[in-house]
């Protein structure tokens, strides 16, 4: 049986070794998210490996980016783009020769050709059309007065998976997608839905798989109708291809069907904690920047904007395996182990293992490394190193108070829904919260981010009052009123937050003015969480997510994503999965699957594989859930699952998205 995790390698290698080849001698120019996905396609050495490939400079690829300099050392240029908008390759490429005296231009893009046989909801003129894109190169090259012809090439090269480990992978060029809590569906939205599932089409096509499509929500029945259309257009052209098919069931799920999962700060895996602590790194959604200080010393002057931070991309797999299947107890211990691996026995003992190991323990042991060990004996253990220093700054980060609050509030959330029900004082309690939350030690984004967890955990199930509501959004619109003043006396020079740059895009200085704008964005907060409770109301199975098992168990809140892939490995379960609308890339299927009114006959199981892809992103625990559930069945004859999703999240993250997207 052939392997789809080597396919999904082969296909990532494919599309890279096109573009190695190409790159000798020229300039490149590369954007953010081709970026990530060369990021961890070569383990956090993207750029060494476009220079080991011959590349003379390597320079950012942006539709803002006006600071295009002229390339004097190569009269050719590569450009690698995952951009979806015919517009920025006319703009960006239009300003980058007209700087520089090209006579080579090599354009790899993740869009393929308008006239590729491919369907689409955008009009012709809305796509990209090689040939026309292809001629203008040539005139804007020819205005340089060259001395040959212009050799202009583009290539559709389908960029768009980012692997970071055997079980889970991400899509950066569609980070930012997230279903909407209406219905309407945006056109930018449609045409980036398209593009993934023409990119999912290139991928499936390549290891000959044999498609079955399930979607649960709007946007996933939607990618799906467009993933549907590219292979049976496929099948209609050719309906075999002469080798070995794969069995693969396409599982789609909207984001927004649950949103508690993302929103909450339950630390059981690691990662959860890393993604929450750490800074991103620069231009990343899904890696985070190790502080390597501690090891190498502290840059200073000029030098510091030269510093390369540590990542997850460049750290051993089976340690990012732990990061995500273990707890912080766990991996100190494993730290220390490899901390006292690598102490140098020559000038020094081994080092004692305290009674209780702990992060502050573990930062002294470092310093030990530093001024015992040569730099040639750390760069061989670097790996082992940002593993160790990511899980020391975790550990011992500034944020971790803040975070086991959050984590306590979570839990008191859960007992007073599960207790309380239709009279739950939850809002009420979380209105004092929010009032107090600077003596506290908490932000308001971590607070609207468990007002999100709490609305999307009760959904119809539990219903607040409206007295508690307007309470509620009374506090919120104090404190949005209370951060304007800050964030204005206070202007950040490094702000990331989307929530303080959305205050301080208001721009408002009369204090009446902001006291209304303040009730208006509570107001319109409201309002969206409110919807987010009804996002699941169309579901039939999937409904509720705070469930009591038996009498003898305790009510825990329970994930989408658990109760779907529990109930697609378990053979007991025999009923209909209602809410999984199947689509099939088999012509026969799709047929009886209309004469079944659109009822599901197959089971996703019935494939070898199941990939499932959640639209708008997943989340450490979530990757656990899937390990957790697979190492319960110690069958063979189980599928192999793997998780996807748009990125990596934080609860932060749904915060931007959902409120101030």
Same mark, same amino acid.
């Given at each position: 049986?052939?392997?789809?995790?080597?396919?999904?390698?082969?296909?990532?290698?494919?599309?890279?070794?096109?573009?190695?080849?190409?790159?000798?001698?020229? #300039?490149?120019?590369? !954007?953010?998210? +081709?970026?990530?996905?060369?990021?961890?396609?070569?383990? @956090?050495?993207?750029?060494?490996?476009?220079?080991? +490939?011959?590349?003379?400079?390597?320079?950012?690829?942006?539709?803002?980016?006006?600071?295009?300099?002229?390339? /004097?050392?190569?009269? /050719?240029?590569?450009? #690698?783009?995952?951009?979806?908008?015919?517009?920025?390759?006319?703009?960006?490429? /239009?300003?980058?020769?007209?700087?520089?005296?090209?006579?080579?231009?090599?354009?790899?893009?993740?869009?393929?050709?308008?006239?590729?046989?491919?369907?689409?909801?955008?009009?012709?003129?809305?796509?990209?059309?090689?040939?026309? *894109?292809?001629?203008?190169?040539?005139?804007?090259?020819?205005?340089?007065?060259?001395?040959?012809?212009?050799?202009?090439?583009? =290539?559709?090269?389908?960029?768009?998976?980012?692997?970071?480990?055997?079980?889970?992978?991400?899509?950066?060029?569609?980070?930012?997608?997230?279903?909407?809590? !209406?219905?309407?569906?945006?056109?930018?939205?449609?045409?980036?839905?398209?593009?993934?599932?023409?990119?999912?089409?290139?991928?499936?096509?390549?290891?000959?798989?044999?498609? !079955?499509?399930?979607?649960? @929500?709007?946007?996933?029945?939607?990618?799906?109708?467009?993933?549907?259309?590219?292979?049976?257009?496929?099948?209609?052209?050719?309906?075999?291809?002469?080798?070995?098919?794969?069995?693969?069931?396409?599982?789609?799920?909207?984001?927004?069907?649950? *949103?508690?999962?993302?929103?909450?700060?339950?630390?059981?895996?690691?990662?959860?904690?890393?993604?929450?602590?750490?800074?991103?790194?620069?231009?990343?959604?899904?890696?985070?920047?190790?502080?390597?200080?501690?090891?190498?010393?502290? #840059?200073?002057?000029?030098?510091?904007?030269?510093?390369?931070?540590?990542?997850?991309?460049?750290?051993?797999?089976?340690?990012?395996?732990?990061?995500?299947?273990?707890?912080?107890?766990?991996?100190?211990?494993?730290?220390?182990?490899?901390?006292?691996?690598?102490?140098?026995?020559?000038?020094?003992?081994?080092?004692?293992?305290?009674?209780?190991?702990?992060?502050?323990?573990?930062?002294?042991?470092?310093?030990?490394?530093?001024?015992?060990?040569? #730099?040639?004996?750390?760069?061989?253990?670097?790996? /082992?190193?940002?593993?160790?220093?990511?899980?020391?700054?975790?550990?011992?980060?500034?944020?971790?108070?803040? *975070?086991?609050?959050?984590?306590?509030?979570?839990?008191?959330?859960?007992?007073?829904?599960?207790?309380?029900?239709?009279?739950?004082?939850?809002?009420?309690?979380?209105?004092?919260?929010?009032?107090? $939350?600077?003596?506290?030690?908490?932000?308001?984004?971590?607070?609207?981010?468990?007002?999100?967890?709490?609305?999307?955990?009760?959904?119809?199930?539990?219903?607040?009052?409206?007295?508690?509501?307007?309470?509620?959004?009374?506090?919120?619109?104090?404190?949005?009123?209370?951060?304007?003043?800050?964030?204005?006396?206070?202007?950040?020079?490094?702000?990331?937050?989307?929530?303080?740059?959305?205050?301080?895009?208001?721009?408002?200085?009369?204090?009446?003015?902001?006291?209304?704008?303040?009730?208006?964005?509570?107001?319109?907060?409201?309002?969206?969480?409110?919807?987010?409770?009804?996002?699941?109301?169309?579901?039939?199975?999937?409904?509720?997510?705070?469930?009591?098992?038996?009498?003898?168990?305790?009510?825990?809140?329970?994930?989408?994503?658990?109760?779907?892939?529990?109930?697609?490995?378990?053979? @007991?379960?025999?009923?209909?999965?209602?809410?999984? $609308?199947?689509?099939?890339?088999?012509?026969?299927?799709?047929?009886?699957?209309?004469? *079944?009114?659109?009822?599901?006959?197959?089971?996703?199981?019935?494939?070898?594989?199941?990939?499932?892809?959640?639209?708008?992103?997943?989340?450490?625990?979530?990757?656990?859930?899937?390990?957790?559930?697979?190492? =319960?069945?110690?069958?063979?004859?189980?599928?192999?699952?793997?998780?996807?999703?748009?990125?990596?999240?934080?609860?932060?993250?749904?915060?931007?998205?959902?409120?101030?997207?």
């Amino acid at each position: 049986m052939t392997d789809i995790l080597y396919e999904m390698k082969k296909f990532i290698s494919e599309c890279w070794e096109n573009i190695f080849a190409e790159v000798c001698g020229t #300039v490149v120019y590369i !954007d953010h998210n +081709a970026s990530e996905c060369l990021h961890w396609h070569t383990a @956090g050495r993207g750029y060494l490996t476009l220079k080991d +490939a011959g590349a003379i400079a390597i320079h950012e690829l942006g539709m803002y980016h006006f600071r295009y300099v002229e390339v /004097k050392e190569t009269k /050719k240029a590569v450009i #690698v783009s995952t951009a979806d908008d015919p517009a920025f390759y006319q703009r960006t490429i /239009k300003m980058i020769l007209a700087k520089n005296a090209f006579e080579s231009c090599t354009v790899y893009c993740s869009v393929p050709c308008c006239t590729s046989d491919y369907p689409g909801i955008s009009p012709t003129e809305e796509k990209l059309n090689y040939s026309k *894109l292809k001629r203008d190169i040539e005139t804007w090259m020819s205005s340089k007065n060259l001395s040959q012809e212009p050799s202009v090439n583009i =290539v559709h090269v389908p960029l768009f998976i980012a692997l970071l480990n055997k079980n889970l992978f991400v899509t950066p060029p569609f980070g930012d997608l997230m279903p909407p809590l !209406d219905s309407t569906i945006q056109k930018d939205v449609s045409t980036k839905l398209n593009l993934l599932a023409n990119s999912f089409y290139k991928l499936f096509g390549s290891m000959n798989a044999r498609l !079955d499509i399930y979607a649960v @929500g709007k946007l996933s029945d939607c990618l799906a109708e467009n993933l549907e259309n590219y292979t049976t257009n496929a099948d209609r052209r050719n309906h075999s291809l002469g080798s070995q098919e794969i069995g693969v069931s396409l599982v789609l799920i909207d984001r927004t069907l649950d *949103l508690y999962t993302p929103t909450s700060s339950n630390m059981e895996s690691f990662l959860t904690k890393i993604l929450q602590t750490f800074p991103r790194l620069p231009h990343h959604n899904n890696d985070v920047a190790i502080n390597m200080s501690p090891i190498f010393g502290t #840059v200073e002057g000029v030098l510091q904007t030269c510093e390369i931070p540590g990542c997850l991309a460049s750290i051993e797999e089976t340690t990012f395996d732990l990061f995500i299947s273990e707890t912080e107890k766990k991996l100190l211990i494993v730290a220390n182990e490899l901390l006292n691996n690598m102490v140098s026995t020559k000038d020094s003992l081994k080092l004692r293992t305290p009674v209780r190991i702990s992060g502050h323990c573990l930062e002294k042991a470092l310093s030990q490394i530093q001024i015992t060990n040569s #730099v040639e004996s750390i760069m061989a253990c670097r790996k /082992k190193l940002q593993s160790i220093l990511a899980i020391v700054e975790a550990s011992t980060s500034q944020k971790t108070c803040q *975070l086991e609050l959050l984590n306590n509030l979570e839990k008191l959330v859960l007992q007073n829904l599960s207790v309380s029900r239709e009279s739950s004082t939850i809002l009420a309690q979380l209105s004092n919260i929010i009032q107090t $939350r600077i003596k506290r030690g908490l932000d308001t984004e971590n607070l609207l981010a468990l007002l999100i967890h709490v609305y999307a955990l009760a959904g119809t199930q539990i219903r607040f009052s409206n007295q508690q509501e307007r309470q509620l959004e009374e506090s919120i619109a104090d404190a949005i009123f209370e951060d304007l003043q800050i964030f204005k006396e206070n202007p950040s020079t490094s702000t990331t937050s989307t929530y303080q740059r959305t205050l301080l895009l208001l721009g408002v200085n009369d204090v009446a003015i902001a006291r209304e704008t303040s009730y208006r964005t509570a107001a319109r907060i409201i309002d969206i969480l409110r919807s987010i409770a009804e996002q699941r109301s169309p579901l039939k199975d999937y409904r509720f997510c705070i469930i009591k098992p038996s009498s003898e168990e305790a009510i825990r809140r329970v994930s989408i994503l658990e109760q779907i892939t529990k109930d697609i490995l378990c053979t @007991g379960v025999t009923r209909e999965l209602r809410d999984l $609308r199947q689509r099939s890339s088999s012509l026969i299927s799709a047929g009886f699957n209309l004469l *079944l009114r659109g009822k599901a006959k197959n089971r996703p199981r019935d494939n070898p594989y199941i990939l499932i892809y959640v639209i708008g992103g997943i989340t450490a625990e979530e990757a656990k859930v899937i390990q957790d559930i697979t190492s =319960v069945y110690n069958d063979d004859k189980i599928p192999h699952i793997m998780l996807a999703g748009s990125k990596l999240l934080n609860p932060l993250d749904v915060v931007d998205n959902i409120l101030f997207h």
